[in-house]
């Protein structure tokens, strides 16, 4: 597995399981994890071996986001049946998909910033495996072909507002679109060979107990079929996140502290404040 990060003062990183080095030593035409996405999706960034620079241990680098900017940000409702079942939801005949605002992202460590109790006093946190886009598409015809335009892979916490949307389901886009309310992991994964999904569980993990866990193999829509149904939508483009749905959520308050793990992805934490 290679990783693309970027250090809490924007400088671009490449990594592997053994550190990270800086981006352009490794491709001196980069700028930018951005400059690469579309190289992260083919399969060709450089191998560390091969790179002239020492390498940084992950616990002596201070992480941001993996991108300066994401693109259009995509959440998946109600993906895994157990799930559904506990909201008392019926299960969906398509994938059940909402956008985010840009300015909803956190990065790694959070913190997670409930709003106002007046405006909100039942927010969840929900752990989920991200998909990033590397390359433009559009109408993808089938699953096969979604591993060519896909960058990587990212664990993240995404927020909802539950009581805001016990109220009125038309009020989605609010309840999940607070700032901090999708706090995203600090490297993105990408896989040297295409990955076995169905095989990665999913776990939230509030104040150091697992509130849910479940196998990506349980999803109703799986990510590969998230990115093609969405490419015959609109036009795909580097940087865009499809957060693909959780296995549970959790209510949280001030003072937790919350964990997204994605096997074999990494995982993200942050404290909830007020």
Aim: net charge negative; hydrophobic share 40%.
């Amino acid at each position: 597995m290679k990783y693309l990060a970027r250090t809490a003062d924007g400088r671009p990183l490449l990594g592997d399981d053994e550190g990270y080095v800086p981006l352009s030593a490794a491709v001196p035409d980069a700028n930018a994890v951005e400059d690469v996405l579309s190289r992260a999706a083919a399969g060709t960034l450089p191998d560390l071996e091969d790179v002239p620079a020492d390498r940084l241990e992950p616990d002596h680098v201070r992480f941001g986001p993996p991108l300066e900017r994401f693109g259009k940000l995509w959440g998946i409702g109600l993906n895994y049946e157990d799930h559904a079942g506990d909201l008392g939801e019926d299960r969906p005949e398509e994938p059940a998909s909402f956008m985010k605002p840009s300015t909803a992202v956190m990065g790694p460590g959070g913190p997670i910033r409930l709003p106002p109790a007046e405006q909100s006093d039942g927010v969840t946190a929900e752990a989920e495996l991200a998909v990033v886009i590397g390359r433009a598409c559009r109408d993808l015809e089938d699953e096969s072909t979604v591993d060519d335009v896909v960058a990587g892979y990212l664990p993240v916490i995404d927020m909802t507002a539950e009581d805001i949307l016990q109220r009125n389901p038309r009020f989605l886009t609010r309840a999940k679109s607070f700032d901090t309310f999708l706090v995203v992991g600090s490297a993105i994964a990408v896989p040297e060979a295409p990955l076995d999904l169905e095989e990665l569980s999913v776990k939230t993990i509030v104040n150091d107990d697992v509130a849910a866990e479940n196998e990506v193999r349980n999803m109703l829509f799986p990510p590969r079929e998230i990115v093609a149904f969405h490419s015959r939508v609109m036009a795909l483009e580097p940087g865009d996140l499809f957060s693909t749905g959780t296995p549970g959520a959790e209510p949280i308050e001030p003072g937790d502290h919350v964990r997204a793990e994605v096997e074999r992805v990494g995982a993200v934490e942050a404290p909830v404040v007020r």
